[in-house]
């Protein structure tokens, strides 16, 4: 197989919620990290290039990329169970709300999906997705 990696970075807050085993700092405060994507892609199917060579144009997997990053970059991702969410979305302009915690393993699984979704349409998937909440703290989806 041959690959390619491409490395983003996003500016996101979060609150754990309804966890025990967490860090209380984390668990009772919106906070934010500066997250780290490394992101692994390679061609679906038998081929490993594609007719120029690439397993994708980097400026095209960049620009689809932009469209993950306008949803998420300077946004708040909180748990639909989360009391915070009704005023957050009144008050803020960047509001994810989902189903399960947004931990960063949480993270890697759900954007995973996201992000497959956003490229299919390259003949591309994602091999492998690293997300550095701090630096030396890191979650890996491989497939
Ligand atoms: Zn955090």
């Known amino acids: 197989m041959i690959s390619i990696k491409t490395h983003f970075e996003c500016e996101i807050a979060h609150r754990l919620y309804d966890v025990d085993t967490y860090s209380s700092e984390c668990r009772e405060n919106i906070h934010g990290h500066s997250y780290k994507f490394d992101l692994e892609v390679a061609r679906k199917g038998r081929r490993h290039l594609n007719s120029s060579g690439m397993v994708v144009d980097f400026k095209l997997l960049k620009e689809v990329l932009k469209q993950f990053e306008k949803k998420y970059d300077h946004s708040v991702i909180i748990r639909e169970c989360d009391p915070l969410q ?3 979305i009144l008050n803020c302009k960047k509001v994810n709300i989902v189903e399960g915690n947004p931990t960063a393993e949480w993270m ?30 890191i979650a890996i989806w491989r497939k």
């Not at 996201?114 to 703290?137: S, Y």
């Open 86 to 88: 009704q005023p957050l």
């Open 108 to 137: 890697v699984e759900e954007f995973k999906d996201e992000i497959n979704d956003l490229i299919k349409d390259l003949d591309i998937e994602v091999v492998e997705l690293q997300i550095a909440e701090t630096t030396g703290n």
